[in-house]
């Protein structure tokens, strides 16, 4: 999975709302609209200038089950 780290400054009626986050890429999107889209939805702006800054690779690991576990159903259906 990779995520990237990414400053933005989105220009707003009452000033520049700006700052840094981490987002993920799940599929072929790539990194710079994703930043785009997710400096948009959360600033509410309509143009927002983002700069990649990192690259990360996550690895998700199993480290304890829990009893809790046992009771989970192993098949591929939706749940209603």
Not at 22 to 46: H, M, R
Not at 56 to 79: C, R, W
Request: proline letters at 4%; glycine letters at 4%; hydrophobic letters at 35%.
């Amino acid at each position: 999975m990779d995520f990237y780290t990414y400053r933005y400054s989105c220009p707003r009626w009452f000033g520049n709302y700006t700052g840094t986050r981490n987002i993920y890429v799940e599929d072929d999107t790539a990194p710079e609209l994703a930043a785009q889209a997710d400096a948009k939805a959360l600033s509410g702006a309509e143009k927002c200038d983002v700069h990649l800054i990192q690259k990360f690779k996550m690895v998700v690991t199993d480290v304890e089950t829990y009893p809790a576990m046992v009771l989970q159903t192993a098949h591929k259906g939706h749940s209603r």
